[in-house]
């Protein structure tokens, strides 16, 4: 059984940084691409970021390209969110999902975590 668990999210003021974390368990972490979505009250879930298997490749959404990162440590099974220069448009539930697939996509995923609360005060 694949289990994500999220962890790092907060309150913080408007240009401001967070880190998200993500740990993952139950299957060869190493073999799949990760990817956040993030869900705002009142919105559908929506792509952030995605990273392929090894690192090497990652896409964002066009509202967060320039001030978020995702990475990986293989050696720890664990994905990450780096949020800069936050609005508070990004306020949302910011979710880690792990993809069917090596390369990262903005919709091929099957497994996600519970999710935790990003809100950027103005």
């Known amino acids: 059984q694949v289990q994500l668990v999220e962890s790092g999210g907060g309150l913080v003021q408007a240009g401001g940084s967070l880190r998200l974390s993500c740990a993952a368990s139950?299957?060869?972490?190493?073999?799949?691409?990760m990817g956040w979505f993030r869900q705002a009250p009142g919105k559908e879930r929506e792509f952030v970021g995605g990273i392929n298997w090894s690192g090497g490749s990652t896409g964002y959404a066009d509202s967060v390209k320039g001030r978020f990162t995702i990475s990986r440590d293989n050696a720890k099974n664990t994905v990450y969110l780096q949020m800069n220069s936050l609005k508070p448009e990004d306020t949302a539930i910011y979710y880690c999902?792990?993809?069917?697939?090596?390369?990262?996509?903005?919709?091929?995923?099957?497994?996600w975590g519970q999710g935790t609360q990003v809100t950027v005060s103005s």
């Open positions: 139950g299957r060869t972490f190493s073999n799949y691409a």
């Open positions: 999902t792990s993809s069917r697939r090596a390369i990262w996509t903005r919709n091929d995923y099957d497994y």
